[in-house]
C-alpha cells in the first residue's frame, strides 16, 4: 500500500539553528514528492516538490528537501531556523495509482515544527 | 488574484442537518478535490474531480456527496448520514486532466472551512 510516514509527531530546535523534518515513503514506480506549510486554522502552502532531477531541492522561505531514494526519504531542512518557522508542516507523495494529469495526494500524519527564540 | 477561496470560514451544523461547503476558483485549474483534516490524522480525501460533471470517491466518500456543474466550483455537502462531521475542511485544485504537466505541478489549497455539530 503507499502510504507516507512522518516519524515524528514534533520537532522542538532553537533559533539559528539547523532544522529537519523527517519524511518516508512508500510508493510504486517513481516517486513524486512534495512539502506543504500549514499556519493556525489556515490552508496549506506550498514549499517545494521533488519530481526528477537533482536530489536537494531548494524552495520557498529558505526551505529544502533531499531526496534519498535507497533509503525512501524526504527530509525537509533549512541552515537557521526561525520563530516565524513554527507551524505544521506536511509530506505528500502523488497516488501512483492515480490516471490522468490530476494531482491526487497521499499526506503524512504531520509534524509540529516548534522554533523557540 | 488568482486562487481558491472557500466559504464560510466556520460552519456550525445540528445534528441531523445536512449543510454544504462552497469551494470557488479562478485558477482555471481541471482538478478539485476535497480533504477532511482531524488532529494527528493528516488529510484524507473524501472526493475529487477531474473534469467538470465527472467526479470519484477518495478514502472516506460515506456521508459526503458533491457536485461539479462548473470547472470554477466543486461544493461539498456533508449530509445527516457523516456521523462525526466535525473537522477541518479543505479544497484544493492543480491543473490536472490533458494538461501534460499536471502530474508534476503542486496542488493549490484554499483557506479550509472548520465545521462544528453542535
Known amino acids: 500500500a503507499q502510504s507516507v510516514a512522518q516519524p515524528e509527531d514534533q520537532v522542538n530546535v532553537a533559533e539559528g539553528n539547523p532544522l529537519t523534518v523527517k519524511c518516508t515513503y512508500s510508493?510504486?514506480?517513481?516517486?513524486?514528492l512534495f512539502w506543504y506549510v500549514q499556519y493556525p486554522n489556515r490552508g496549506l502552502q506550498f514549499l517545494l516538490k521533488y519530481i526528477t532531477g537533482d536530489n536537494l531541492v531548494k524552495g520557498s522561505y529558505g526551505f529544502e528537501a533531499e531526496f534519498n531514494k535507497s533509503q525512501t526519504s524526504f527530509h525537509l531542512k533549512k541552515p537557521s531556523a526561525l520563530v516565524s518557522d513554527s507551524a505544521l508542516y506536511f509530506c505528500a507523495v502523488r497516488d501512483s495509482t492515480a490516471s490522468g494529469g490530476y494531482n491526487k495526494l497521499i499526506f503524512g500524519a504531520g509534524t509540529r515544527l516548534a522554533v523557540h527564540p | 488574484d488568482g486562487g481558491i477561496t472557500q466559504s464560510p470560514k466556520y460552519l456550525f451544523r445540528k445534528e441531523g442537518q445536512n449543510v454544504t461547503l462552497s469551494c470557488e476558483q479562478n485558477l482555471n485549474h481541471d482538478a478539485m478535490y476535497w480533504y477532511r483534516q482531524d488532529p494527528g490524522q493528516g488529510l484524507r480525501l473524501i472526493y475529487y474531480?477531474?473534469?467538470?460533471?465527472?467526479?470519484q470517491k477518495g478514502d472516506i466518500a460515506e456521508g459526503y456527496s458533491v457536485s461539479r456543474e462548473k470547472k470554477e466550483s466543486f461544493p461539498l455537502t456533508v449530509t445527516s448520514a457523516q456521523k462525526n462531521p466535525t473537522a477541518f475542511y479543505l479544497c484544493?485544485?492543480?491543473?490536472?486532466?490533458?494538461?501534460?504537466?499536471?502530474?508534476?505541478?503542486?496542488?493549490?489549497f484554499g483557506q479550509g472551512t472548520r465545521l462544528t455539530v453542535v
Open positions: 510508493v510504486s514506480g517513481n516517486p513524486y
Open positions: 474531480s477531474q473534469i467538470v460533471n465527472d467526479f
Open positions: 484544493a485544485s492543480s491543473p490536472g486532466y490533458g494538461k501534460g504537466q499536471g502530474m508534476n505541478t503542486e496542488a493549490f
